[in-house]
């Protein structure tokens, strides 16, 4: 397998047993161009090999059975030694070519051994070498570079584990290089040597011959140990059947193995075109079409959708030629009943003509089919009259006309015209005399004398035509034709004449449809010339229609099939063996395709192909991969840009903008002009001398990589520190711009190998601008998530003013405090809007395995988005094929709308447009599922085929829901609902658009004085919604705020958590009340949402409310008053004027639970409340038969009851089983993150998806009886599990991350509710806490928005277990976070010190800088990893354990407690958690800069003393500085005591 880093120390250990003696230590040394000490100190030599594995091109180790490394080596794509050489470059071909001259050996395809430690057994090496070259199929040669320095005996031993494979070259020039030289010769004149193994020494080659039908025994074997499918489908012997009808067009190839049949590929060149066009991006192919005819096809497009031309390629002739070759004329002229002679009636003939119908275009230009067919048997026999209605003919005659004009090709028309033109000075004798005869008087003589004469005459008479007083003469055609018969002594015969007639007649637009047809004045030359100069017919329909290119011909066509492809398990990676064999049976085909579903596993004959992306309305069930013939022939070889190729690359930028094309071409030409002073480097690809893609690299400024570590989480993915520039041949590179043509897209590694090979850098980088383009390359990095700032406030405070004495000069700042402060600006920027993408050296030498199963996500929310964010990280895997199904698209399509909803905080803009980038988004909405097609039906019909489902939509506002009202923007109306013009919901999806500003509806309500806006809800939307209408400038008195009675635990219980924005009595409630009532707005408490009038024009008139606060019902008539009185307004409806006021609540009578009934009118109303299922989403769940229980029910692996559908976030449910043992656990998903729900989903889905990581059907192997009992047949897992073991709590995934919502609500004030998840079935608001549990800092100013409300809550373990914050300043939320779950002894003694009032505000004390590593991204793994060493302490758990055996946990444990635990903790634990302390602070000081550390306290000193020899009666700056920053600062020493708790 591939080598890692972390597998460094068990490399390490293989050192010691092969050379730990230390007696060729100088010739490994050598051997591996270090130091000796590099390889003697165990320390350096670990450093050394971590620099390999994670620089080096590849690496790989060798296990045995029990898991140990028994074998390591590393591959590079140049040297070690030249690597090592300070002006040794990267170009070893050179001297390569010149001392051995092996000109198949090039950088494309040869790699060079670093190092090599393995165990002393052939088969290890012999294991190494077949798992490179299975691998790299490009691969042909290893090499090994001996220096010259090393000694013959020492060389034995350096070079023993490469003595059976490979083999010493022979240099072929005895010139020697310089000592200077990488490749140097020894003192004594001995050059290096260079030792060799070769693919075909290890993999031999597989024989590819044509297929033979005696190959079925072997082949049926190798199909039946794969499938047994086939050959229940297709017979046993279906085999030898396919074998045997083998013709031009189907081939079938066999792979042979000692005289044994090991494979069969089958192939077809019969492919349908135009329905690969209709469903894939072909279009960079030619369509599949060979070039000539694909330009005309495009010229024919451009007139047609460009200049609305009516314009064909075809003439008439083809259009008859193809309905002709439609019919079966032979049985038409059958059907038609014959006399005795056996002639047929023209009148009959032309009636059944008359009957023939012809699709699309044909039938459009053939509009007079009978009498087409009339024209051409005339044209045929034209000395003969045409037809009449009593004719008599021949049925024979009639076939034999038809099958003549059928003949007539375009190679045939050619042959014709060309004879006729070789012989033109003849003819324009004939039709001269012909014209004279017509002429002359009735005596002359006769035409065949005429042409004796002119044969004599020199000099031709002149001709008649155009003498004065004399017209034209008009030749008949029939007349010339006759006379060019050779019964007229002319030269051609009488059928040749008639081909030439209809041939004139169809393809040349000559009028020869009828005998009294005239000869044009130049004899026919204008049109045998154009017949001449003539194309191919082509068949092309308009390029919109659905069959654009059905009728091409077959010859046209430049693809064939792979329709069939088997091999043995044991020669799959051989598989590439099969394509120049198949290319050579069609050498008139450039491409070859494949197709195959979506979910079948990717194959090593695959790896060769090219994805091609499917059109946006692609429905084709299969994905379809290909390759160009000269692809065969190996990568485009990487140069750096020359003069000359200047003009070659113009013709690859045309897919950029023209400002972009401009902006290359002048970087191309500065590269050119200042090669050597230019930080640009300009590479060009090119095959066959073409140039087919463009490179452009920018080296960057060492503080560049600098500033992406502080920006980016650079450090996930690479070990920065070895690929620094300092080392030699290493270091970042930054892509600019990259172009490649598509047949070469397969090989974008290996061109990115070539480029850092030649640059001499070891990874690549490139910033993409959210909101531009991606490019192609973008899919072959990795992409790198941006870090958040350590920090609570967006926005820091300004520092405090310090005096300073008058004669010290103020500090100017450094170049590295300008870059300093340039770093944290980008790091604090929230409108970061570039994405980062890496690649490093080591990944190029794996390409991303491909998966091509068809994911559609139901619904944008936090867990979906989740979800893709999660797949997308994948570093190993290309998700070609993912849809997120998003109503209303997602917030950052709203960012220019002003605040109106609340949201999760849980994504940033930046943050989704990055995701976003990969996949596509679809603004729909699913109504129904269909399992058994396995798709989606979206609202406007259409159908969205998927492999796996996942719904992830969540519960949405069920208030008008309960009404079956739907809400007035979503477009499809469910069965059964109706839409009312003002009543919408703030889960509309359209909200934002409705409620607009300057939009017809807030204009009405902010001048219409009868318009007024309820809102509807208790959640914390119904407050945002109050606030984004007051920002809309909607009067605060035109708002009305309606809260229902808070729902009990019952109703709590069935709708899921509380959506109260608020406890009863919680002083944010009433804070923002205040806010409202010293606006003026109105503010109803206890009513529940009845129903809803409308007015005639069906637009909302008021809301029916039932009075839920113990009142009276107001007298009203008895019932049958009512109903009377309800009949009379029906037929005499009362005038606009008698309505109900608007925005006041009336009595209406009592509700059918016998409360007082209120009308409130108005003209808008938004609900937010009670959440439940979308209608649409329950009709397609529940419709098809999954289980839905108040909740979607899913499995430990969130499946369905279909193993295609999988179900996350608040709609979703575990299954109840899971409680039989945990009675209290909690199963609802809405009571855990919903960013944390996606990636347990994303790593529950990669099981079936990932073939690295996942289970053996994603690998490829035949799928296993899962142990699924029938009621979760989703349940994943190759092991049978007993029912009692599907049931464990165990199974399911564990939650931590807190839960946050947050919104701006009146007043301007922002709001945060950020708790922990719950793991038990009990309340998520404790109604009674200690009033220690509790901490309140209140100092917001309701006037002017100042100061800040927080409330912390703490559980009875003493961990932060909510945070409740509102103010006017906005905070980072995700700082918020990561407090939840800390103890409370992390905030440096809060609660004592908030106790003591020495905290007035808890948001300005967590604001001081000492807070900041609490806030650090990389805090929380700091945390986990002290918790895991402590774990491995048997001390400190015995301490634990005693502490805690008369403890009741669910009392909690008191501070008391804790403090007499840490005063037990062992000093080697204390010491070890200040050195991790120690490590972590130095580690990340790019961004905790204010922690003063034990290495910083020499140079203070030092800073100090020479500040005291200047003067000192002064205090220095570094005392000054030191003593300005004590009251935000905190020792490292210090922190570690709140950490350890």
Known sequence: RRADPDDVDTIDALYDPLYGDGNFSEALAIFHAVDKGFLT???????????????????????????????????????????????????????????????????????????????????????????TFSTMPELRHLLVFVPSAISEDAAVKVL??????????????????????????????????????????????????????????????????????????????FIAELVEAQNDENRALVAEVEGRAVGLMCLTSDVDINVLAQCFQLDPYDNLLKAPYMKRVREHARAVLEHGEQASLCSQGDFLQVALGSMDFGSLLDAIPQLEDGRINAVQLHGALQMQE????????????????????????????????????????????????????????????????????????????TKEALSAPEDAEPLEDQRAEAKEDEEPPLLLDGAPGVEPVQVDAVVFLKALSQEEQGPFTQDFLAKLIVILHWWADVDLSSPLAVVPEDGFQEALDKIMSSEEGLFVNHPNSPSWLSNMPQHTKDVFCVNMFCLDQAYQTQALDFLLPAFSLFPDKDYCIITQPHTAPNTPLLNAFSIVPPQPQNTFGHVLFLIHRAALLGPPQVSLLKPHLLE???????????????????????????????????????????????????????????????????????????????????????????????????????????????????????????????SSIYRELLQVAPRRPPQLKKILREPPKVASFCNIEEELPTEEDLLEKERQELLRDSEQTKALSIVAKKLLSETKIPVNARIVVVGASDCGLSFLESLLSIPHLLFNSLTLLAPGGLEYHHAHHLPLVAGTAAYSHQELRRIMLELRILDSRMVQIDRQQKCCILHDGSMLPYDYLVVATGLQDDSLHALKIQSMGVEHVTD???????????????????????????KSLIWNPLSYAVVYGRSLNAYCVVQGLLLRQVP????????????????????????????????????????????????????????????????????????????EVAPRPAEELAAAEREREKRFPAPEAARAPMGIMEDFGASPAGLPQKLLACRLCITADALNVDPDIFNSVHGNGLVYDGRLIVDHNFCSTDPGIFGAGSLCEFSRRFQRKDAARYLRHDGFNGREVGGKLATALLKKLDPVNGDSVAA???????????????????????????ASPDLLPEFYMPIAKGGLLPGNLHYYRIHACRRGDVQAEPTEQKEEQVIVTDTLDLSNGKGHFCRLTLDSCGKVDSITYLGGEALQVESLWSLVGLSETFLNHLYQRWRDDDIPDIVEFLADEWATALFHDRFMDFCHQIKLEMLTSEEVKQIFNSALENVNLKDGLSRKLLAEIRQKLPKDSVKAIQDHLLEYLQENTNHLKTYFLAWQWDTAKNDCAACLRVSPSFDCPAQMRERRENATRISSRELHAEIMC
């Open 1036 to 1111: 605060a008195k035109k708002i009305i705020l309606v809260l229902p009675a808070r729902l009990q635990a019952q109703a709590t219980a069935q709708q899921g958590l509380s959506v109260d924005a608020f406890y009863e009595g919680d002083e944010v409630e009433k804070k923002i009340h205040h806010i409202l009532e010293t606006m003026g707005l109105k503010v109803y408490e206890g009513y529940r949402l009845l129903g809803i009038q409308q007015c005639t024009r069906d637009r909302l008139k008021g809301l029916i409310l039932e009075d839920q606060n113990g009142g």
């Open 160 to 237: 023993q584990p490469f003595q059976s494979h490979f083999v010493q070259l022979d240099m072929e020039s005895e010139e020697l290089m310089a000592m200077n030289h990488w490749a140097a010769p020894s003192p004594e004149g001995h050059p290096p040597m260079v030792l060799c193994c070769n693919r075909s020494q290890v993999i031999a080659p597989l024989g590819i011959r044509i297929a033979r039908v005696e190959d079925h025994d072997n082949l049926a074997a190798v199909f039946d140990a794969q499938s047994e499918v086939v050959t229940a489908v297709y017979g046993d012997f």
């Open 1260 to 1286: 490829g192997g035949p799928s296993v009886n899962t142990g699924s009992t029938a009621h979760d047949p989703g349940s994943t897992g190759g092991v049978m599990m007993t029912p009692e073991e599907e």
């Open 976 to 1002: 059964g609902y109706r839409r009312v013009n003002g009543a919408m919901s703030a889960a509309d999806p359209s909200i934002r658009d409705l409620l607009v500003e300057g939009g017809t509806l807030v």
């Open 41 to 131: 100190k165990q320390d350096l030599r670990v450093k050394f090999l971590l620099s390999l594995v994670e620089t080096s091109f590849m690496s790989v180790t060798v296990e045995d059975e029990e898991g140990h490394v028994v074998g390591f080596a590393v591959l590079d794509d140049t040297p070690l030694h030249l690597s090592a050489s300070e002006e040794g470059g990267t170009d070893w071909e050179r001297w390569f070519q010149d001392a051995f001259q092996q000109p198949d050996v090039n950088n494309t395809n040869t790699l060079w051994f670093s190092i090599c430690l393995v165990e002393p057994d052939a088969a290890i090496m012999a294991e190494i070498l077949r798992t």
């Open 648 to 774: 070659n690359v113009k013709p690859l930028l045309e897919v950029f903008e023209e400002e972009a094309q401009k902006e290359i071409m002048k970087e191309c030409q500065t590269y050119i002009r200042e090669h050597r002073n230019s930080d640009l480097e300009v590479f060009v690809a090119e095959f066959d001398e073409q140039a087919v893609g463009l490179i452009v690299l920018q080296m960057p400024t060492p503080d560049v990589v600098s500033r992406l570590r502080c920006c980016y989480h650079l450090d996930d993915y690479l070990l920065v520190e070895h690929h620094e520039s300092g080392n030699m041949n290493k270091g970042h590179v930054r892509l600019l711009h990259w172009v490649l043509n598509p047949l070469f897209q397969n090989y974008t590694r290996r061109l990115l190998q070539g480029v850092l090979r030649i640059c001499g850098k070891t990874a690549l980088f490139l910033e993409t601008e959210l909101t531009s383009s991606v």
């Open 358 to 433: 012809f699709a699309d275009e044909v039938g459009e230009v053939l509009q007079e089919f009978e009498k087409s067919i009339m024209m051409l048997f005339w044209q045929v026999n034209f000395l003969e009259p045409m037809l009449q209605e009593n004719s008599l003919v021949w049925p024979q005659k009639v076939n034999e006309c038809v099958q003549l004009f059928q003949s007539l090709d375009l190679s045939e028309r050619k042959k014709i015209a060309g004879q006729v033109l070789e012989k033109w000075t003849e003819v324009q004798d004939i039709f001269r005399l």
